[in-house]
């Protein structure tokens, strides 16, 4: 995903300091809650369930966490999250897509557009740039668990449109109504994956300046410091030179 898995791969490079890992928990189990609580709370009957508690897994929550968080869903007094999406323009007019699970809608959308103001872009309204990206599903899995070859073949008897692969992984990307079915032909292959879920992937990236990307960086980084911010992506691409400055 351009500018955003960039980032996310700069930020696993530093490594996570506990309050970061906390607040990354926080928001795994609200997911979690939601997943449960929208629909059964068995991950086997529960797509979007099951793809938050790999996600979950993924960033090696503990079990006792996951179930607390599924459980959540059923008692009286869980808090009623709302699902929003706010887009717009970062520096140098990349677009930017904000998913948000909040209890206080006034509350996030001020703080939102606070991060774009002060970045120097603005919140646009719904619909302003989300056309410029495909909302489609995404499995992942390490780059151990097959070749490029083998996991091409097995993503188009899969049923899926496209395979990314490189030393940090393997991407298959699908419609996104077939995310589920998709999933579990590749499971019967190669196992569980490290991540499977709905994404907004970009038609096209914008390469930015150093200067740029840095402040695109600290935009992306303040979103997702957001309490109530569950994904941020954006259609820019950094240069090799701030990735490894920002990576070392």
């Given at each position: 995903?351009?500018?955003?898995?960039?980032?996310?791969?700069?930020?696993?490079?530093?490594?996570?300091?506990d309050?970061?890992?906390?607040?990354?928990?926080?928001?795994?189990?609200?997911?979690?809650?939601?997943s449960?609580?929208?629909?059964?709370?068995?991950?086997?009957?529960?797509?979007?369930?099951?793809?938050?508690?790999?996600?979950?897994?993924?960033?090696?929550?503990?079990?006792?966490?996951?179930e607390r968080?599924i459980?959540?869903?059923?008692?009286?007094d869980?808090?009623?999250?709302?699902?929003?999406?706010?887009?717009?323009?970062?520096?140098?007019?990349?677009?930017?897509?904000?998913?948000?699970?909040?209890?206080?809608?006034?509350?996030?959308?001020?703080?939102?557009?606070?991060?774009?103001?002060?970045s120097?872009?603005?919140?646009?309204?719904?619909?302003?740039?989300?056309?410029?990206?495909?909302?489609?599903?995404?499995?992942?899995?390490?780059?151990?668990?097959?070749?490029?070859d083998?996991?091409?073949?097995?993503?188009?008897?899969?049923?899926?449109?496209?395979?990314?692969?490189?030393?940090?992984?393997?991407e298959?990307?699908?419609?996104?109504?077939?995310?589920?079915?998709?999933?579990?032909?590749?499971?019967?292959?190669?196992?569980?994956?490290?991540?499977?879920?709905?994404?907004?992937?970009?038609?096209?990236?914008?390469?930015?300046d150093?200067?740029?990307?840095?402040?695109?960086?600290?935009?992306?980084?303040?979103?997702?410091?957001?309490?109530?911010?569950?994904?941020?992506?954006?259609?820019?691409e950094?240069?090799?030179?701030?990735?490894?400055?920002?990576?070392?």
């Amino acid at each position: 995903m351009a500018g955003h898995s960039q980032f996310k791969n700069i930020m696993h490079r530093k490594g996570k300091q506990d309050a970061v890992r906390s607040k990354l928990f926080s928001k795994l189990a609200r997911e979690i809650t939601v997943s449960a609580k929208l629909g059964l709370p068995d991950p086997n009957m529960n797509a979007r369930l099951r793809a938050a508690i790999l996600a979950a897994r993924a960033e090696n929550m503990p079990k006792d966490n996951i179930e607390r968080a599924i459980k959540k869903a059923s008692g009286a007094d869980t808090e009623n999250y709302e699902e929003i999406r706010y887009e717009g323009y970062g520096p140098g007019g990349v677009a930017v897509i904000v998913e948000a699970l909040t209890d206080n809608r006034n509350r996030t959308a001020s703080e939102v557009r606070s991060y774009f103001t002060k970045s120097g872009g603005n919140l646009a309204e719904t619909g302003a740039v989300s056309f410029m990206f495909d909302r489609v599903g995404a499995v992942e899995y390490d780059a151990a668990k097959a070749d490029a070859d083998a996991m091409m073949e097995a993503a188009i008897e899969a049923g899926a449109d496209d395979v990314s692969s490189s030393e940090d992984g393997h991407e298959v990307i699908c419609a996104a109504e077939s995310l589920f079915e998709v999933q579990k032909a590749l499971e019967a292959k190669f196992g569980e994956p490290r991540k499977a879920s709905l994404i907004w992937r970009p038609q096209n990236t914008i390469a930015v300046d150093d200067e740029t990307g840095e402040k695109l960086l600290r935009l992306v980084e303040n979103l997702e410091d957001n309490d109530d911010v569950q994904t941020v992506t954006a259609n820019f691409e950094l240069s090799d030179a701030l990735i490894a400055k920002m990576s070392a």
